[in-house]
């Protein structure tokens, strides 16, 4: 069986994307990674002849791929080598530590992981956690590329069918462990149909890729379009304000995604004013909702940033706010993408509320994932119906806007990255002088929220803020670490005995309040 009779069953399927835009526009630039360009060409071949190794060694349709890599053209083919062959693609956030790695590693059930050689000791420490690793190969051509391990659980090769999996992101929600959404190429077909319609990218257009891989925004918001409609795909492996404007000149980047943090962060650079951003056309932000002062900073530059809302259940693209709308509707999150359904239900009744309203946003529509990694329970819990529960609490305008008003999940943002109070905390419990522990969300004014922790010490215990630190940076990505640790002697309870985050929540912004009268004094 031959790449291109393995795509013909499914209209849907992603695969054929690079295989059709090489047959129309081969010698066109796919990929810039760091300066060294691949054209159209070269990408479907690498990845057809990745598929066929892989099938060869009995990768198939079933099969989880794991990744731990950067953005790289290597990681590219890998991807499109399993679109191709009907096999889930897993990226691994390199930000985790071993610990964090292992027990999302355990929870993927790779049949195979792949990994860049800068991850290498951190993947490898992982591994050797498990009790049965999965095989292992490098990325790139003298890589995988040149021998795949051959797989210890053989499956036969298939036509490659809409319903297939595709991409398997871990993400954190409201639970202490984070799960994996599993997302089908009818999924992200559709998702980047919609998006094709609302925010279209021609040939023409050089889209500048610099959120990482193991996010799904950085397929499903731009570069995935970018491939099917033929335009350069500029890679960068970390974010680096300077390098990133110098690239938007030099580059001439006409549409870049990225979160509120990181348009933040381009405008206080040194290199602001002088930077050229005549090319840029689309700038997407997602992650969170742009502060106002932000948003006039990029317009007073010639930018309009264009506000998306989504959420990796839903691939992830929801909500957008047009440019014109922006200014009329500030603070908002825009109305639905083509073929995306909405509504506002009661939180407590799940009764669904008509006209201007307050409630949590549900959703429905084909982009609508397929359900969380092995875990039945968990994605019944986040549908109700056909419609999948947000846990936000959204508010709709006369005029059909949405605005976010407040998360009915515990999680917090902080630099575009989820954070789960539910993980930080029992990451904390586990220090032997800590008997308890409740993490909140706090405004921060680069990272948008930073964790606050509320320490219960044990009784009798001498125990220091730098301490509890120094134990959760062993143990969590840097992202998750409390930038603060408040001792107190107990947490508030509600009356049925859980944790009252509401009123933590009150008692942080008035310490961070209270700091904040002290910085200025």
């Known amino acids: 069986m ?18 059709d835009r090489a047959t129309r526009s081969p010698g066109r630039v796919a990929i810039d990674d760091r300066g060294v360009t691949v054209d159209y060409s070269t990408l479907a071949r690498r990845a057809t002849e990745l598929a066929e190794a892989l099938r060869a060694g009995g990768y198939g349709p079933g099969h989880r791929i794991a990744t731990v890599s950067g953005n790289s053209t290597d990681h590219v083919v890998a991807f499109f080598a399993c679109a191709l062959s009907g096999i889930a693609f897993v990226p691994l956030s390199w930000r985790l530590t071993p610990t964090e790695l292992s027990g999302i590693l355990s929870r993927a059930d790779a049949a195979l992981v792949l990994v860049e050689d800068e991850y290498a000791a951190t993947a ?18 003298t890589g995988v590329e040149a021998s795949v391990p051959a797989s210890r659980d053989p499956r036969p090769a298939r036509h490659v069918r809409d319903d297939d999996p595709l991409l398997v992101i871990f993400t954190s929600g409201s639970e202490a462990s984070p799960k994996g959404v599993v997302l089908t190429h009818a999924n992200c077909f559709w998702n980047n149909l919609a998006l094709a319609q ?30 099917w409609t033929g335009a350069t795909v500029v890679l960068e492996r970390s974010f680096q304000p300077g390098r990133v404007l110098q690239l938007i000149e030099g580059r001439g980047v006409t549409a870049m995604m990225g979160v509120p943090t990181q348009y933040a962060l381009l405008a206080a650079d040194r290199g602001w004013d002088a930077a050229d951003l005549s090319s ?8 969170a909702t742009t502060p106002s002062g932000l948003r006039e900073i990029w317009a007073d530059r010639g930018v309009a940033l264009t506000q998306g809302y989504g959420l990796t259940e839903a691939a992830p693209n929801v909500l957008h706010l047009t440019a014109d709308e922006a200014m009329t509707h500030p603070g ?35 982009s609508v994932f397929a359900g969380y990694l092995g875990d039945p329970d968990a994605t019944a819990r986040a549908m109700q119906g056909e419609w999948l529960r947000t846990g936000d609490l959204v508010h709709r305008d006369a005029d059909g806007v949405h605005r976010v008003v407040d998360r009915l999940k515990d999680i917090f943002i902080s630099g575009g990255e989820n954070v789960a109070p539910a993980e930080v905390e029992r990451a904390l419990v586990q220090h032997p002088l800590i008997a308890a522990a409740a993490v909140v969300g706090v405004p921060d004014p680069v990272w948008g929220e930073r964790g606050l922790a509320f320490v219960v010490p044990a ?44 009123r933590l929540r009150e008692r942080a912004r008035d310490l961070m309040e209270e700091v904040r009268h002290e910085h200025t004094r």
């Not at 031959?2 to 695969?15: K, M, N, P, Y």
């Not at 591994?127 to 190969?137: C, D, G």
């Not at 023409?204 to 918001?221: E, S």
């Not at 840029?280 to 992650?287: D, E, F, K, S, T």
């Open 2 to 19: 031959t790449w291109d009779e393995t795509v013909e069953d499914g209209v849907h399927t992603v695969g054929r994307w690079l295989t």
């Open 124 to 141: 490898g420490e992982a591994l050797r956690a498990l009790s049965v690793a999965p095989p292992v190969a490098a990325l790139g051509t």
């Open 198 to 227: 609302a925010l279209p990218l021609t040939r023409d257009d050089v889209v500048l890729a610099m959120l990482p891989q193991f996010h799904v925004a950085a397929w499903n918001c731009q570069p995935l379009l970018a491939w």
């Open 280 to 287: 840029l056309r689309l700038a997407l932000v997602g992650g």
């Open 332 to 366: 908002a999150v825009g109305r639905p993408y083509p073929h995306v359904s909405v509504c506002l239900a009661d939180p407590e009744t799940g009764l669904t509320l008509d006209g201007e309203a307050t409630g949590e946003l549900w959703v429905r529509g084909p």
């Open 459 to 502: 009784a009798g215990a001498a125990l220091s803020a730098d301490e509890v630190l120094a134990h959760a940076r062993r143990g969590l990505a840097a992202f998750k670490v409390p930038a603060r640790i408040e001792f107190v002697e107990s947490l508030p309870k509600s009356t049925i005995e859980k944790v009252a985050r509401a």
